[in-house]
C-alpha cells in the first residue's frame, strides 16, 4: 500500500476549535504571526464524528476512523479534515473513496499538490489513464516536472501490485509528454520489470539525456549494465558518479555494493572507509555498511568497522555478536568465542550456543557442556532444545556416543519427552542401534500415533537398514496420507517401493520428491531408479546437476561407484 503520512488530526481540532472556557483578563497582547491561520470551529456533530475517529484510529478500526473522516471532510469542507480523509482511504487502498475525496480538496485547493498526486494516483489504481493525464496536466502546469518526480517516487512507497500499475501507466504516459524525463524514469522502470533490460537503458538514457542529473535515473542505468552483463560498463558509470558528486551518499553506497558483489573488496573496502569518515556520525550507516561488507566477504573491513562502532559503545550487544562472525569467517575461533560470550540482551542464547558449538570444534568439551548447562539453567524454557542442540554438537564433532550419553540423562528425567526420544533415536540410528532407535519411536508413537516425522524415520530406516519392507510401507504410507506432499516422505515412499522391487512405481514419488526439494540424497535415491530403469542420460543429468551446487555430496559418488556410472 502507498503510504502518504496519516497524521492524528481530531485531538489538534478539539483542542483548537472547542474550547468553551471563559477567556482570561486579557493583558497587553503581543499580535498573532500573520501566517497563522484561525482554528476551526465545528457544530457538535463533527466534534463528535471527530472524536469517534480518533478513539477508532487508537483501537486500530482504521475503517471506522474513514467512514467518520469522510462524513466530516463532507460536513465542513476544511481541506485539514479532507486531506487527512483522502490520505486515509489511500492508505486503506479504498482507491474510488479517495478518489472521491482528492476531488473534494480539490474543489478547496485546486492547484495543491498532494491532492493532485492523490487524484492521479486514484486514477490510475482503477485503471482511468486518461482521466489521471488530466489531472497531470494540472500538476505538471502548477509545480512542473519536480512535482512529476516525486510523483514517480511514489512507486518505492507501494505494494507490488500498485508499483507496477503505476510505473505501467506513467510509462505509457511518456509518448503524450515526450519532454518529461520523470516519465521515460518510469519507462525504464517499467521495461525493466519487463525483464526488457536493453529497453529499460534506452528509456533511462531518454530521461537523462532530458535531466542529466536525474539521480534515480542515474543508479537506474547501473543496475541495467549490470543485469545486462556489463559488469566493467556498470562499474566505470558508477566510478564517475562517485568522482563527480563525491557527498552524495547513494552513488557510493551503489557503488560499495556493486563492488562487493563482483567480488573487488579492495576498492569496495577503500569506499567503505571514504564513507565512514564523511558521515563519520550516522552510525547506523556505518552499521549497514560493515554487515554489507561482511556477508559479501570483505571481512577486514567489516571488523574494523565494527570495533570502531564498538569503542563507541554503539549497540555493543550487536557489535560483539557480528564480530564474532567475522571472527569466525577468518577462522579466528577462540576469538569468535571471546566475542559470543560478551553479548547481552536478546541475542545472549544465540551467541551463547555458537560460543558452545565453536568450543566443542576446538575440542574444549568441558566448557561447552558447562555452558550449554548454564543457559539450560537460566532458561528452563528452553532446556530441551539445548539438550539436543548439544547432543548435535557432540554427534557432529565425531562422538556420537557423548551425545548418547547426554540424550540417556535426559530421558531418564524425562522418559514420556517426545522431541528428546525422536532426537536420541536418530543418534542410535548413526551408531547402528537399531534397537534403541525403534524403541524410542515407537515410544514416541504410542504417545503421538499421527506423528508424521516420526512414522516417516521408522519406516525410512527399516527400508533402509533391513528386509522389514512391508512393515516399513505401512508407516511410510500412514505418514503419507497425513503429510501428502512432504518430500522427505515422497523419497521414503519412492525408495521403499523401489527396495520392494517396484522401480516404475517408486520413479513417480521420487521424481516429486526431487522437484520439490532436490537435495543429494534425493538426487542420489532418483537416479539410482531412473538408471535401473534405463533411463541411464536422464540419471546423470540429475547426477551432474546436484554436483555442481554439491560437489562433495557423498551420496552421489557412493550410488555412482555401486552402479558404475560415469558422468
Keep these: 500500500m502507498t503510504r502518504f503520512l496519516f497524521l492524528p488530526l481530531c485531538g489538534a481540532l478539539l483542542l483548537n476549535g472547542c474550547a468553551t472556557k471563559s477567556p482570561a483578563p486579557k493583558a497587553a497582547e503581543p499580535e498573532p504571526p500573520a501566517a497563522t491561520r484561525a482554528a476551526p470551529s465545528y457544530d457538535s456533530e463533527t466534534l463528535s464524528d471527530l472524536l469517534v475517529a480518533e478513539v477508532a484510529a487508537q483501537r486500530q478500526s482504521l475503517g471506522v476512523t474513514l467512514a467518520y473522516y469522510?462524513?466530516?471532510a463532507h460536513n465542513t469542507g476544511d481541506p485539514q479534515v479532507i486531506s487527512q480523509a483522502?490520505?486515509?482511504?489511500h492508505y486503506l487502498e479504498d482507491h474510488q473513496q479517495a478518489l472521491a475525496l482528492s476531488e473534494l480538496w480539490l474543489e478547496q485547493e485546486p492547484a495543491n499538490e498532494e491532492a493532485l498526486q492523490l487524484a492521479i494516483l486514484s486514477e490510475i489504481r482503477l485503471g482511468n489513464i486518461d482521466a489521471a493525464s488530466r489531472y497531470l496536466d494540472t500538476l505538471l502546469g502548477e509545480?512542473?516536472?519536480?512535482?512529476?518526480?516525486?510523483l514517480v517516487g511514489q512507486a518505492r512507497g507501494l505494494d507490488a501490485q500498485g508499483n507496477r500499475q503505476l510505473v505501467q501507466a506513467l510509462a505509457q504516459l511518456s509518448d503524450r509528454y515526450p519532454d518529461q524525463a520523470p516519465l521515460w524514469y518510469a519507462r525504464a522502470l517499467w521495461l525493466e520489470q519487463e525483464g526488457d533490460y536493453a529497453g529499460a537503458l534506452e528509456a533511462d538514457e531518454r530521461a537523462l539525456d532530458l535531466m542529466p542529473r536525474h539521480e534515480d535515473a542515474l543508479l537506474l542505468k547501473a543496475q541495467l549494465l549490470h543485469k545486462l552483463g556489463e559488469e566493467k560498463k556498470a562499474l566505470r558509470h558508477l566510478k564517475k558518479l562517485v568522482r563527480k558528486y563525491p557527498d552524495a551518499r547513494r552513488p557510493r553506497i551503489t557503488y560499495i555494493r556493486m563492488l562487493l558483489a563482483t567480488g573487488a573488496t579492495r576498492n569496495a573496502e577503500k569506499q567503505l572507509s571514504i564513507l565512514a569518515e564523511q558521515h563519520p556520525q550516522d552510525l547506523d550507516l556505518r552499521f549497514s555498511l560493515a554487515l554489507l561488507a561482511l556477508e559479501a566477504g570483505a571481512t577486514n573491513s567489516a571488523r574494523q568497522e565494527l570495533q570502531a562502532l564498538l569503542s563507541e559503545n554503539y549497540r555493543p550487544g550487536d557489535m560483539h555478536l557480528y564480530l564474532g562472525q567475522a571472527a569466525e569467517q577468518a577462522e579466528n575461533l577462540n576469538e569468535a568465542v571471546d566475542h559470543y560470550l560478551k553479548v547481552q540482551g536478546a541475542q545472549a542464547v544465540r551467541a551463547n550456543v555458537q560460543a558452545a558449538r565453536l568450543?566443542?570444534?576446538?575440542?574444549?568439551?568441558?566448557?561447552?557442556?558447562?555452558?550449554?548447562?548454564?543457559?539450560?539453567?537460566?532458561?528452563?524454557?528452553?532446556?530441551t532444545s539445548l539438550i539436543i542442540t548439544e547432543a548435535e554438537m557432540r554427534s557432529s564433532t565425531g562422538n556420537p556416543q557423548g551425545a548418547l550419553a547426554l540424550l540417556d540423562r535426559a530421558v531418564k528425567a524425562e522418559p514420556d519427552n517426545t522431541e528428546l526420544l525422536y532426537s536420541r533415536a536418530m543418534v542410535a540410528e548413526t551408531i547402528g542401534d537399531l534397537d534403541k532407535m525403534e524403541s524410542d519411536l515407537r515410544h514416541v508413537l504410542s504417545i503421538n500415533p499421527d506423528d508424521a516425522s516420526t512414522l516417516n524415520a521408522l519406516g525410512?530406516?527399516?527400508?533402509?537398514?533391513?528386509?522389514r519392507l512391508d512393515e516399513a510401507y505401512d508407516y511410510i504410507s500412514r505418514a503419507l496420507e497425513l503429510r501428502p506432499d512432504d518430500p522427505a516422505i515422497l523419497d521414503s515412499m519412492g525408495w521403499v517401493l523401489y527396495k520392494r522391487g517396484e522401480p516404475e512405481a517408486a520413479r513417480e514419488y521420487l521424481r516429486r520428491a526431487y522437484e520439490k526439494f532436490p537435495d543429494p540424497e534425493v538426487a542420489a535415491h532418483y537416479g539410482e531408479v531412473l538408471w535401473v530403469l534405463g533411463a541411464q542420460n536422464q540419471a546423470r543429468q540429475v547426477w551432474r546437476d546436484t554436483l555442481e551446487t554439491n560437489p562433495d555430496a557423498p551420496h552421489i559418488r557412493e550410488v555412482m561407484e555401486k552402479l558404475g556410472a560415469r558422468l
Aim: glycine content about 8%; overall charge negative.
Design 86 to 89: 483522502a490520505q486515509l482511504a
Design 143 to 150: 509545480h512542473g516536472g519536480e512535482a512529476l518526480g516525486r
Design 460 to 467: 525410512y530406516t527399516l527400508a533402509n537398514r533391513t528386509q
Design 70 to 72: 469522510s462524513q466530516a
Design 359 to 383: 568450543l566443542y570444534q576446538l575440542d574444549n568439551q568441558d566448557q561447552a557442556s558447562a555452558l550449554m548447562a548454564s543457559l539450560a539453567g537460566k532458561h528452563p524454557e528452553l532446556s
